[in-house]
């Protein structure tokens, strides 16, 4: 293939944000009466805010309106942005820094596909956002993970075709949301969890731009 663009899911991917929603949804949940634990976390990767609610709730077998639902998820996301504006770029991801650094001398795009709202202090707390040529965030887009949309409108909006893209994903919706959107899917994590991806990477650590070339189709 023709690599043109390199899109990266933000959390779990490029920094360990996950650890940040896990305390944030705990604390909402204690405040409600909910138990929520690291288990009940992983069911909320790579999906909206408002659905991961929804999941809270339905953990504790709770109603709410969508007033008070809206009341909640603000209570969430300001205790979560208290946690990531402590974050610093200790917290990038082990080898990133060096793909991005040879994506970016080989004139590949690169691209955050997140569905995070908080995807540019994100970046801006750990130094990496010049890294990006485009940052498509929950600010752009309507549609959570498994729609393609956020990878279509990446693509979209530097000129590229679909075909000419690969993306980094940890979650089964994200790799989902790639394949929908005609994208070469590469998870990163855990090979049974991501086995719809085309292929599966532990990080980044041992992983490398030829790395990458080597296991894309001619």
Known sequence: MDLQLAIFDLDGVVVDTAKYHYLAWKRLGETIGIAFHEEDNERLKGVSRMRSLDILLEIGGQKRTDEEKARLAEAKNTWYVEYITQMDASEILPGVLDFLDELKSAGIKISLGSASKNARTILERVELTDYFDLIVDGNLVSKAKPDPE??????????????????????QAGIEAALRAQMVAIGVGDEHTLAQAHYVITGFASFGLQDLLRILPA
Do not use: G, R, T, Y
């Open 150 to 171: 956020v990878f279509a409108l990446s693509a979209s909006l530097l000129d590229i075709a679909p075909q000419s893209a690969v993306v980094f994903e940890d979650a």
